[in-house]
């Protein structure tokens, strides 16, 4: 019998990336330092340049959600990851985090970037993430105001550290979410079931806490699961000469964990799974951007 060659086909996950300076996380927020942003060093887009090349190295597109702050300030950046063929998503304007804003002022914040974001880049912006994922049960409201202002899917409900008893939604996932406002795709980062809760394995610090082997291994068997990975990293992480800032001991020590060494874990992450833009991969999603709406659930 001849042999013949079979090409795996490997499942497409999704990559994100939240664009913001090093100096705007909400560990480090204090009413001074927001008022110096102006001020400090800019290091964002260098880093997210990095980033594109790492990807197009690996015939990769991703998803950047984009700080409409950032956006003003580095169009070019946004208008080339378009160009490059990633999706531009927002991450919002000034890196509020939704529970300290009143619904009015979440409402201006969404829509002022998703407006800079959608002029520089000359089509429609149709995704969204919270600073720190801070959309929770306290904070509903705002998916419906993310639908009134012209969101098609959200990225902010980040089921860490709950327990999976109960849960019909495990390992992240993707999901419709009904308002009176109507209905929006979720997209949740993946987390993994272990001692009935939801662990976080997503990226950001997870992601630089656990050796690569560790994650590779997380990762591997929620594919084999079935599970679509969502995965998320900032640029500021993969910048170990970022200059440190003052704050809670605990802060700094996530926020300045393992620095050096996600780039390489995110190169090898890249080899070993197939990632695309969200936009992309979920086809509903996809249906909603193409003017070909799809009801039901969400398939890939
Ligand atoms: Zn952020």
Redesign the pocket.
């Known amino acids: 019998m001849r042999s013949r060659e079979i090409t795996q086909v490997k499942p497409r996950h999704m990559m994100s990336f ?1 664009v ?1 300076e090093h100096f ?3 560990a480090f927020w204090t009413a001074a330092r927001r008022r110096e942003w102006d001020q400090l060093t800019s290091r964002v887009e260098n880093n997210t340049r990095k980033i594109a090349d790492l990807l197009s190295e690996h015939s990769t597109k991703a998803t950047f ?1 984009v ?1 409409g702050w950032v956006a003003e300030r580095h169009p070019d950046l946004v208008k080339d990851l378009a160009q490059q063929g990633h999706e531009i998503a927002s ?1 919002g304007y000034g ?1 509020e985090l939704v529970h300290t804003q009143t619904r009015t002022q979440f409402r201006e914040d969404v829509r002022r970037s998703k407006q800079i974001l959608e002029d520089l880049i000359g089509r429609p912006v149709g995704g969204y ?1 919270a ?2 994922f801070s959309i929770t049960s306290q904070t509903e409201w705002a998916i419906s105001v993310l639908i009134e202002e012209g969101y098609r899917y959200d990225s902010s409900i980040y089921n860490r550290f709950r327990s999976t008893q109960g849960s019909t939604v495990t390992g992240g996932g993707t999901y419709q979410l009904k308002t009176e406002a109507g209905t929006i795709w979720e997209v949740s980062p993946s987390t993994m079931s272990a001692c009935g809760l939801q662990l976080p394995v997503a990226g950001g610090g997870y992601f630089r806490l656990f050796p690569y082997a560790a994650s590779k291994m997380f990762l591997k068997n929620l594919e084999k699961q079935g599970s679509q990975l969502v995965m998320y990293l ?1 640029p500021w992480e993969l910048d170990p000469a970022q200059p440190r800032m003052d704050g809670p001991l605990l802060s700094k020590v996530r926020h300045y964990l393992n620095l050096g060494k996600t780039e390489q874990r995110l190169t090898w992450l890249l080899r070993d799974f197939s990632f695309a833009p969200i936009n992309e991969v979920i086809r509903p999603i996809r249906g909603i951007f193409e003017g070909q709406e799809e009801c039901g659930h969400a398939v890939v």
């Open positions: 939240d913001e705007q996380v909400a959600f700080l991450h890196h993430r600073p720190s900032h």
